[in-house]
C-alpha cells in the first residue's frame, strides 16, 4: 500500500444538521472541479431534483446490506433515525492513490469512523456562527415539519459539542467564504492536530 504522504489529501467535511455542508460542498463541486467528491450510496429516495449517480446513489435496503457485507463501505451510518447512508470504498482508495484530491461532505458518525480507519484524514468542522443562526437555517430551508426540526435542533447541540475531535473549523457565514477555506485545505500544509 503507498504511503500515506504518497497519497493524495483525504478531507472530510461534517458539522451539525443544516449547517450548509452540502451548500459548501456544492460550491466546491462547481467552482473546484479538480477536486473529487465522493458520492455516497444511501437508501433514502431521490428529493425532486435529485440525479442518481450525481448526488447519491440511490440504492435498496438489500444492495446496501450486500455492501456493508462485503466491506464495500469505508463507512456508513443511520442518519437523523431515517436512512443509511455510506461511502464506497472503493472508489475513495482509487482516487487517492491516483493523486487525486478527495473530499467526503458527511455526518458526524461517518466522521468518527474515517477518523479511526484512515488517521491521514485531515477532519474539518463546518460550525455555524451561531446557535440561533443554524435554526434559523433549519426553519427557513422548509424541509423538516416541526417535530423533526425540534429533534434535529436537540441533535445539534450534541453535535456542536464534537468541534474539538476535528483538526481544523470553518466558521460557515458565508458559503464562498467557507468553500475557499476548504480549499485551502487541500493545498496548504495544515496538518492533523489530533493526537
Ligand atoms: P440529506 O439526506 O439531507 O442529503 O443528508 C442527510 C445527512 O446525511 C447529511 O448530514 C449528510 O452529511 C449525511 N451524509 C451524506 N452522505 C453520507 C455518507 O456517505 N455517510 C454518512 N455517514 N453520512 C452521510
Given at each position: 500500500m503507498a504511503d500515506a504522504e504518497d497519497r493524495s489529501r483525504l478531507v472530510v467535511l461534517a458539522g451539525p444538521t443544516a449547517v450548509g455542508k452540502g451548500t459548501v460542498a456544492a460550491c466546491v463541486r462547481e467552482q473546484h472541479p479538480d477536486i473529487w467528491i465522493s458520492v455516497s450510496v444511501t437508501t433514502r429516495p431521490a428529493r425532486p431534483g435529485e440525479v442518481d449517480g450525481v448526488h447519491?446513489?440511490?440504492?435498496?435496503d438489500a444492495e446496501f446490506d450486500r455492501l456493508v457485507a462485503e466491506d464495500g463501505l469505508l463507512e456508513w451510518a443511520v442518519v437523523h433515525r431515517a436512512a443509511r447512508y455510506g461511502t464506497p470504498r472503493a472508489a475513495v482508495e482509487d482516487r487517492l492513490n491516483r493523486g487525486v484530491p478527495a473530499l467526503l461532505e458527511i455526518d458526524l458518525q461517518g466522521a468518527r469512523q474515517v477518523r479511526r480507519t484512515m488517521p491521514e484524514a485531515l477532519m474539518c468542522f463546518l460550525k455555524p456562527p451561531s446557535f440561533a443562526e443554524l435554526e434559523r437555517r433549519l426553519v427557513g430551508r422548509g424541509t423538516e415539519g416541526p417535530e423533526e426540526r425540534e429533534r434535529r435542533l436537540a441533535t445539534a447541540v450534541t453535535e456542536l459539542a464534537?468541534?474539538?475531535?476535528?483538526d481544523v473549523t470553518i466558521i460557515n457565514t458565508d458559503v464562498e467564504t467557507a468553500c475557499e477555506e476548504l480549499v485551502d485545505l487541500f493545498r496548504s500544509g495544515v496538518s492533523r492536530t489530533r493526537s
Amino acid at each position: 500500500m503507498a504511503d500515506a504522504e504518497d497519497r493524495s489529501r483525504l478531507v472530510v467535511l461534517a458539522g451539525p444538521t443544516a449547517v450548509g455542508k452540502g451548500t459548501v460542498a456544492a460550491c466546491v463541486r462547481e467552482q473546484h472541479p479538480d477536486i473529487w467528491i465522493s458520492v455516497s450510496v444511501t437508501t433514502r429516495p431521490a428529493r425532486p431534483g435529485e440525479v442518481d449517480g450525481v448526488h447519491y446513489h440511490f440504492i435498496s435496503d438489500a444492495e446496501f446490506d450486500r455492501l456493508v457485507a462485503e466491506d464495500g463501505l469505508l463507512e456508513w451510518a443511520v442518519v437523523h433515525r431515517a436512512a443509511r447512508y455510506g461511502t464506497p470504498r472503493a472508489a475513495v482508495e482509487d482516487r487517492l492513490n491516483r493523486g487525486v484530491p478527495a473530499l467526503l461532505e458527511i455526518d458526524l458518525q461517518g466522521a468518527r469512523q474515517v477518523r479511526r480507519t484512515m488517521p491521514e484524514a485531515l477532519m474539518c468542522f463546518l460550525k455555524p456562527p451561531s446557535f440561533a443562526e443554524l435554526e434559523r437555517r433549519l426553519v427557513g430551508r422548509g424541509t423538516e415539519g416541526p417535530e423533526e426540526r425540534e429533534r434535529r435542533l436537540a441533535t445539534a447541540v450534541t453535535e456542536l459539542a464534537a468541534e474539538s475531535e476535528f483538526d481544523v473549523t470553518i466558521i460557515n457565514t458565508d458559503v464562498e467564504t467557507a468553500c475557499e477555506e476548504l480549499v485551502d485545505l487541500f493545498r496548504s500544509g495544515v496538518s492533523r492536530t489530533r493526537s
